[in-house]
């Protein structure tokens, strides 16, 4: 399935709405998004309760976590942990939701470890 509008990822990962022009540049190679992960996406934003406005995570994030678990790969955020679970399943960052998940999510940092 494709769409102009569509979100498409890079095979490392990267989440991109439209492919921006350094990407086309460099010939980074795109996948388009599955049905399968646009159908867990919109579960996942159902299930933590995402909205347009709010301080946890939004649909990007959601279409992200969806496309790491369909396909094992890791999150590489600049979130850092929340110390304490929210009450409101709206306010849960990627980090958390990935532990809730069971999705591999590291830091910046950690990355560059």
């Known amino acids: 399935m494709q769409?102009?509008?569509k979100a498409r990822t890079t095979t490392s990962g990267v989440l991109l709405?439209?492919?921006d022009k350094q990407v086309r540049?460099?010939?980074f190679p795109i996948e388009d998004v599955s049905d399968d992960v646009e159908s867990l996406?919109?579960?996942l934003e159902k299930k933590y309760e995402v909205a347009d406005i709010g301080?946890?995570?939004g649909r990007v994030d959601m279409l992200l976590i969806a496309f790491a678990l369909t396909t094992g790969k890791v999150i590489v955020t600049l979130e850092s942990r929340q110390?304490?679970?929210p009450d409101n399943l709206s306010n849960y960052k990627i980090p958390l939701?990935?532990?809730d998940?069971?999705?591999d999510c590291i830091d910046f940092v950690e990355l560059l470890e």
């Open 17 to 19: 709405r439209q492919p």
């Open 55 to 57: 301080k946890g995570a």
């Open 3 to 5: 769409l102009q509008a």
């Open 25 to 27: 540049e460099n010939e």
């Open 97 to 99: 939701i990935c532990i």
């Open 83 to 85: 110390n304490q679970t």
């Open 41 to 43: 996406s919109l579960r």
């Open 101 to 103: 998940e069971g999705v």
